[in-house]
């Protein structure tokens, strides 16, 4: 399948005197991870929980394989979602909150098994839920979000509470599924994450959406193709690099800063011209750079650095 699975468009809702969404419209497509990402209070999580059912919009549309979600005839066999991992009853155990879930759609025990076992909870599956940590609770949602081996994943920040393995085991879960075909969105605030993981990214802002690209081309296009030199001839080097028609400049003393140049073309003019250099080195932004970028000026609440506005 190559078709959206996900469809939002033109999402407007208000809280009160509060935009909430305005104009959200993005896909999303199955085989990939596709992160959500934005500034507190961007959206994020009022578009999943429109898209969820949970919200109503005041206009535009939210479609899940091609229906409203609250028109799917089995939804946990649809859309698998952790929205709220401390939405549970405390002194029920792990297991049967499986089990309530599992049997509301008619699915065997079996299935509760196999993903309390998928998620690393067989050792805490019969102990009282509300006993849970944090990253335990994570996988207990996780493990219901998956209950149904649904074709759609909406996981909103599945990172919180997760050690260093957690994080890890995540990341290649949501891999793994993205490569079995399943359409896979993600809203964090861990951007190193969302890059080693996301294939593609939404950046949304004040309830739009800023960025609707891959990963690659994001970073590439905040890159800007920029390659730093370091040699002891820095002002020669600049100079053999614009005679060959590229723009370079002096940054200090014995560095200088090419544009649209590729590092090996930039070796071969400087060994041509007998130039002498130690370093050359491609500058690639992060997806946080990017984030940064982008997002200025888009987040409803912003600390002053001013210490005394504080005051």
Not at 7 to 18: M, P, Q
């Amino acid at each position: 399948m190559s078709e959206p699975i996900i469809e939002v468009t033109d999402l407007h809702k208000r809280f009160g005197s509060a935009v909430a969404l305005d104009g959200m419209t993005f896909t999303v497509a199955p085989g990939r991870v596709t992160g959500f990402v934005g500034p507190n209070g961007a959206g994020k999580s009022t578009t999943i929980r429109v898209i969820l059912g949970l919200d109503a919009p005041d206009e535009g549309t939210a479609l899940v394989c091609g229906q409203p979600y609250q028109h799917l005839q089995r939804p946990l066999n649809q859309v698998g979602a952790l929205v709220d991992a401390a939405a549970l009853q405390p002194s029920r155990t792990g297991r049967n909150h499986l089990l309530w879930m599992a049997r509301s759609q008619d699915m065997p025990t079996s299935r509760v098994d196999e993903v309390i076992e998928l998620v690393g909870l067989g050792s805490a599956a019969r102990r009282k839920a509300g006993g849970y940590s944090l990253g335990m609770r994570q996988r207990l949602g996780i493990a219901a979000a998956l209950l149904g081996d649904p074709p759609v994943i909406i996981m909103d920040e599945p990172f919180n509470g997760m050690d260093p393995e957690g994080i890890i085991w995540m990341r290649r879960l949501l891999h793994s599924m993205a490569v079995e075909g399943r359409a896979i969105l993600v809203s964090s605030h861990l951007m190193s994450e969302l890059q080693d993981m996301a294939d593609h990214v939404l950046v949304i802002g004040r309830g739009k959406v800023l960025a609707d690209a891959s990963v690659d081309e994001l970073i590439a296009h905040a890159s800007g193709d920029q390659v730093l030199v370091r040699t002891s001839a820095a002002s020669e080097a600049a100079g053999a690099l614009q005679r060959a028609g590229n723009a370079a400049r002096v940054i200090d003393g014995n560095t200088i800063s090419v544009s649209g140049l590729e590092a090996q073309h930039i070796v071969e003019v400087l060994s041509q011209a007998q130039i002498p250099f130690s370093e050359v080195t491609a500058q690639r932004a992060s997806l946080e750079d990017v984030y940064l970028q982008l997002t200025s000026g888009e987040a409803e609440f912003r600390a002053s650095s001013d210490r005394k506005a504080q005051s």
